[in-house]
């Protein structure tokens, strides 16, 4: 037992209240539960029928974590891969430079200060090996670094200097019971499935040599660990040794280590890796993993979750969190729905798919479903002809302009409810339930602009999907006057989602308007230009400016040359034209353009108005046509 109380102590507390509790503790409840840990010297022992687990929690120096005769870490097939970069490496090497040489003197340091380099959760597996389930990152460049330290060391015949050397061989490399190192028989191994230059991170453990053809992050960041310590050498020749026997000595771990895999992961979803957030995917990862592994299908698991990693990175662009998270969510309403769950109020990720010691990730179902669920979307992103009529992509075309993302997650539910047996949809269906989707999101962005205020008509409506009842908002249907005079009156300001959504909308009710290529980059124009209003002043209502009749999509790259021309000048961008030197500028894509000036000289404010009263009173018609109306 340590004196007092340190960062063990403090971390113990805390993984106990996120590991075994639910709900925040109360007062008295936390000073019990960090009396227990104290007592126990640093373990946890819970009192509840299936948790009974034991947690060891405390800090140790690299040296001692690392030459532990027992020490034996493993890197699991289900861990992701190594992914810490030369930033990383730079950022650590800065931070354990000025920690072992306060003020560049090496005489500054105070041999009791300690730096912590943060946490490793282990839990001994069946092999008697240390399975590392969070701290890989930081546990790998370490040892990438005392290698690059071994290697220095070679040349050096100075008792310091040879200490030393003996020291980090411990850290590296198994020992015999003379405590001699077995230069064959590393201290870590990986076997992460992903990653395919694990091999790569072995070898440069076991020959401390890597070769400018290898690419590697495992051997970017060696070579980098190599360069600074040579540059560290030419400053500091006589006290060389004293870096890495600070490291060794006063750089501080917290190894925590569970009795069970599942106790681990709990942990593991409490903690970040440094500057590397942990992901709710990679956790669910580990719970299919573990489910697989035990029925016997192990390497399949890991090909079928390696293709669907692939495929959520190239169509997922989440704000935050991974793409795999994304897809996770992407089906959790789904799951959810099913549960009968309408309320606007959503938990989180993690929170939703732990539930029943994470029941829905140990059915084979389930994962067949994401990778369904995956493969429509992945088909939706590329636009696939032979899987959606021409109707039906131009229809979530538009949806690609949505005022908020709420209709992924709609779409989500409807695809797994009605898909086939081969993960495909009626046609008819999709597209009626797509032409309902559309106006009433759209309208309701305008009459209840709030950013969540869409989930309560929505979540009633996924309920109402897996129930097999048809969708028709029968709860949150629009007073007609009130949704005309708010159109009327709306202005469409570019910053306004909205304003695209509509644009977007509108374009696909010219019936001569090709699909558009959905990476296409648009800009909206103003048709009648804000420099020529501030120039002319030919707008009575200067907020006409910013009314739908004036505006359109168009392309990025031609609102740049279009910029700011009176229109009869802009009919050439819009129907493209060849330059002086035989270059061909491209028309735009948007036909209601081409069309708008092909049939006019000029675009006034009363042309402005017809326009506008145009696309207001067909998406009126387009709202009744769909019974949005009470």
């Given at each position: 037992?340590?004196?007092?109380?340190?960062?063990?102590?403090?971390?113990?507390?805390?993984?106990?209240?996120?590991?075994?509790?639910?709900?925040?503790?109360?007062?008295?409840?936390?000073?019990?539960?960090?009396?227990?840990?104290?007592?126990?010297?640093?373990?946890?022992?819970?009192?509840?029928?299936?948790?009974?687990?034991?947690?060891?929690?405390?800090?140790?120096?690299?040296?001692?974590?690392?030459?532990?005769?027992?020490?034996?870490?493993?890197?699991?097939?289900?861990?992701?891969?190594?992914?810490?970069?030369?930033?990383?490496?730079?950022?650590?090497?800065?931070?354990?430079?000025?920690?072992?040489?306060?003020?560049?003197?090496?005489?500054?340091?105070?041999?009791?200060?300690?730096?912590?380099?943060?946490?490793?959760?282990?839990?001994?597996?069946?092999?008697?090996?240390?399975?590392?389930?969070?701290?890989?990152?930081?546990?790998?460049?370490?040892?990438?670094?005392?290698?690059?330290?071994?290697?220095?060391?070679?040349?050096?015949?100075?008792?310091?200097?040879?200490?030393?050397?003996?020291?980090?061989?411990?850290?590296?490399?198994?020992?015999?019971?003379?405590?001699?190192?077995?230069?064959?028989?590393?201290?870590?191994?990986?076997?992460?499935?992903?990653?395919?230059?694990?091999?790569?991170?072995?070898?440069?453990?076991?020959?401390?040599?890597?070769?400018?053809?290898?690419?590697?992050?495992?051997?970017?960041?060696?070579?980098?660990?190599?360069?600074?310590?040579?540059?560290?050498?030419?400053?500091?020749?006589?006290?060389?040794?004293?870096?890495?026997?600070?490291?060794?000595?006063?750089?501080?771990?917290?190894?925590?280590?569970?009795?069970?895999?599942?106790?681990?992961?709990?942990?593991?979803?409490?903690?970040?890796?440094?500057?590397?957030?942990?992901?709710?995917?990679?956790?669910?990862?580990?719970?299919?993993?573990?489910?697989?592994?035990?029925?016997?299908?192990?390497?399949?698991?890991?090909?079928?979750?390696?293709?669907?990693?692939?495929?959520?990175?190239?169509i997922f662009h989440p704000m935050n969190?991974?793409?795999?998270?994304?897809?996770?969510?992407?089906?959790?309403?789904?799951?959810?729905?099913?549960?009968?769950?309408?309320?606007?109020?959503?938990?989180?990720?993690?929170?939703?798919?732990?539930?029943?010691?994470?029941?829905?990730?140990?059915?084979?179902?389930?994962?067949?479903?994401?990778?369904?669920?995956?493969?429509?979307?992945?088909?939706?992103?590329v636009q696939n002809s032979e899987r959606?009529?021409?109707?039906?992509?131009?229809?979530?075309?538009?949806?690609?302009?949505?005022?908020?993302?709420?209709?992924?997650?709609?779409?989500?539910?409807?695809?797994?409810?009605?898909?086939?047996?081969?993960?495909?949809?009626?046609?008819?269906?999709?597209?009626?339930?797509?032409?309902?989707?559309?106006?009433?999101?759209?309208?309701?962005?305008?009459?209840?602009?709030?950013?969540?205020?869409?989930?309560?008509?929505?979540?009633?409506?996924?309920?109402?999907?897996?129930?097999?009842?048809?969708?028709?908002?029968?709860?949150?249907?629009?007073?007609?006057?009130?949704?005309?005079?708010?159109?009327?009156?709306?202005?469409?300001?570019?910053?306004?989602p909205i304003t695209k959504s509509m644009?977007?909308?509108?374009?696909?009710?010219?019936?001569?308007?090709?699909?558009?290529?959905?990476?296409?980059?648009?800009?909206?124009?103003?048709?009648?230009?804000?420099?020529?209003?501030?120039?002319?002043?030919?707008?009575?209502?200067?907020?006409?400016?910013?009314?739908?009749?004036?505006?359109?999509?168009?392309?990025?790259?031609?609102?740049?040359?279009?910029?700011?021309?009176?229109?009869?000048?802009?009919?050439?961008?819009?129907?493209?034209?060849?330059?002086?030197?035989?270059?061909?500028?491209?028309?735009?894509?948007?036909?209601?353009?081409?069309?708008?000036?092909?049939?006019?000289?000029?675009?006034?404010?009363?042309?402005?108005?017809?326009?506008?009263?145009?696309?207001?009173?067909?998406?009126?018609?387009?709202?009744?046509?769909?019974?949005?109306?009470?």
């Amino acid at each position: 037992m340590h004196d007092g109380i340190n960062r063990a102590d403090i971390l113990s507390c805390f993984l106990y209240m996120r590991v075994y509790s639910t709900e925040p503790p109360e007062e008295e409840h936390l000073l019990l539960v960090f009396f227990v840990v104290i007592t126990v010297n640093y373990g946890i022992i819970t009192l509840g029928d299936d948790k009974m687990s034991k947690l060891n929690v405390d800090q140790k120096n690299i040296g001692i974590l690392f030459g532990d005769k027992k020490s034996d870490f493993l890197i699991p097939d289900y861990q992701r891969p190594y992914a810490w970069s030369e930033e990383e490496c730079q950022t650590l090497w800065e931070d354990l430079f000025d920690f072992a040489f306060p003020n560049n003197e090496y005489k500054a340091f105070n041999n009791d200060d300690e730096y912590y380099l943060g946490s490793i959760v282990t839990f001994k597996n069946n092999d008697n090996k240390l399975e590392v389930i969070d701290g890989q990152q930081r546990l790998t460049t370490l040892m990438l670094l005392l290698r690059a330290f071994y290697v220095k060391f070679n040349s050096m015949k100075t008792e310091e200097s040879l200490k030393t050397k003996e020291f980090i061989s411990k850290c590296i490399w198994k020992t015999d019971e003379f405590g001699t190192a077995n230069l064959e028989e590393l201290k870590i191994n990986s076997e992460v499935a992903t990653d395919n230059d694990k091999d790569e991170f072995l070898n440069i453990l076991k020959t401390g040599v890597v070769t400018e053809k290898q690419k590697s992050k495992y051997a970017n960041n060696y070579r980098f660990f190599q360069k600074k310590i040579d540059e560290f050498l030419e400053g500091y020749m006589d006290v060389f040794s004293y870096f890495p026997i600070r490291i060794l000595n006063n750089c501080i771990l917290l190894p925590i280590e569970a009795d069970n895999q599942n106790t681990a992961l709990r942990i593991f979803a409490t903690l970040n890796d440094r500057g590397l957030p942990l992901s709710d995917a990679d956790i669910f990862k580990a719970q299919f993993y573990k489910y697989y592994s035990e029925k016997g299908e192990k390497v399949d698991f890991i090909k079928r979750w390696k293709s669907l990693e692939e495929i959520c990175e190239k169509i997922f662009h989440p704000m935050n969190g991974t793409p795999m998270d994304e897809l996770f969510t992407r089906y959790m309403y789904y799951e959810r729905a099913k549960l009968g769950i309408k309320s606007s109020t959503t938990e989180a990720l993690r929170r939703f798919y732990e539930k029943d010691s994470y029941s829905l990730l140990k059915n084979d179902n389930t994962l067949k479903n994401l990778e369904d669920l995956a493969e429509f979307w992945n088909d939706i992103s590329v636009q696939n002809s032979e899987r959606f009529s021409d109707r039906v992509l131009k229809k979530l075309f538009v949806l690609n302009y949505a005022p908020n993302g709420m209709w992924n997650y709609f779409l989500s539910v409807y695809f797994m409810q009605y898909k086939d047996n081969k993960g495909k949809l009626d046609d008819e269906k999709l597209f009626s339930f797509l032409d309902k989707m559309i106006p009433f999101i759209w309208a309701y962005a305008v009459v209840n602009p709030g950013v969540n205020a869409l989930r309560t008509p929505v979540y009633a409506e996924m309920v109402n999907i897996v129930n097999n009842k048809s969708v028709d908002f029968s709860d949150y249907k629009f007073e007609e006057v009130q949704v005309k005079n708010m159109f009327d009156n709306y202005l469409f300001y570019n910053r306004r989602p909205i304003t695209k959504s509509m644009l977007a909308w509108w374009a696909f009710t010219n019936p001569k308007q090709d699909l558009i290529a959905i990476d296409t980059e648009f800009d909206i124009e103003h048709i009648y230009a804000k420099n020529r209003q501030e120039n002319e002043k030919g707008l009575k209502k200067s907020n006409n400016i910013e009314k739908l009749g004036n505006k359109s999509l168009l392309e990025k790259r031609i609102n740049i040359r279009a910029a700011d021309y009176r229109f009869v000048d802009k009919y050439k961008y819009y129907n493209g034209y060849t330059t002086d030197k035989g270059v061909v500028k491209e028309k735009t894509v948007i036909y209601d353009l081409i069309q708008l000036s092909n049939n006019n000289d000029d675009f006034t404010e009363s042309d402005l108005i017809t326009r506008n009263n145009d696309i207001i009173e067909t998406f009126i018609l387009y709202m009744k046509k769909e019974k949005l109306f009470k």
